[in-house]
């Protein structure tokens, strides 16, 4: 199976701040990364699919960028509503396996 | 507005089976291919299995954590899904969220909020 880590594992930032999460896949997936927003007690939200598309709704502060093994989800300008815990996940192979999660907080 | 609804979850017993169901609205429904995951209490989210629509023979793949155990089925005339869980394992305590996927069968586009399963004597 694929193995995906992400860093850092929290995050501590204020509103308006340029964050940037990294997630690393143990074997190439070409483009086929999706990035996920969840907040506590809530469903996750699709932000990110295919390494760098964004989904539709979803503000254009966030972008993604990365291919093959090394991917990264950045957040622009934070705002109040961004502070959650973001998820990467493959999906190149069957088992789509997400990363660990990082958990973004205010500081 | 597309919507997700799961339900189903409980508390059983190891060993025991229990049915989840998962209806949506808002879109065609027999046209699209319904995925469901897991995120066990303070963990984070895992793949648990996809059905296709009947387009594709409603094809199915599992997780290896729950293959032979969990199998899904579809009854497109109701707008259902059924995750059917047998043998359940403490370890499969965790909240079970379906989705319509989009681009990819283990894509997860729209999700339900989630039924709750636990798993304890």
């Known amino acids: 199976d694929i193995q995906m880590t992400q860093s850092p594992s929290t995050l501590s930032a204020s509103v308006g701040d340029r964050v940037t999460i990294t997630c690393r896949a143990s074997q190439s997936i070409g483009p086929w990364l999706a990035w996920y927003q969840q907040r506590p007690g809530k469903a996750p939200n699709l932000l990110i699919y295919k390494a760098s598309f964004l989904e539709s709704g979803v503000p254009s502060r966030f972008s993604g960028s990365g291919s093959g093994t090394e991917f990264t989800l950045t957040i622009s300008s934070l705002q109040p509503d961004d502070f959650a815990t973001y998820y990467c996940q493959q999906y190149d192979t069957y088992a789509g396996t997400f990363g660990p999660g990082t958990k973004l907080d205010i500081k | 507005e597309v919507r997700v609804v799961e339900s189903g979850g409980g508390l059983v017993q190891p060993g025991r089976s229990l049915r989840l169901s998962c209806t949506g609205s808002g879109f065609t429904f027999g046209e699209n291919t319904l995925a469901w995951f897991r995120q066990a209490p303070g963990k984070g989210l895992e793949w648990v299995g996809f059905?296709?629509?009947?387009?594709?023979?409603?094809?199915?793949q599992y997780a290896a954590a729950v293959k032979d155990r969990f199998s899904l089925s579809r009854d497109d005339s109701k707008n259902f899904v059924y995750l059917q869980m047998n043998g359940l394992k403490i370890e499969d305590t965790a909240v079970y969220y379906c989705?319509?996927?989009?681009?990819?069968?283990?894509?997860?586009?729209?999700w339900g909020q989630g039924t709750l399963v636990t798993v304890s004597s």
């Open positions: 989705a319509r996927t989009l681009r990819s069968p283990n894509l997860g586009g729209s």
């Open positions: 059905i296709k629509s009947k387009t594709y023979g409603e094809a199915t």
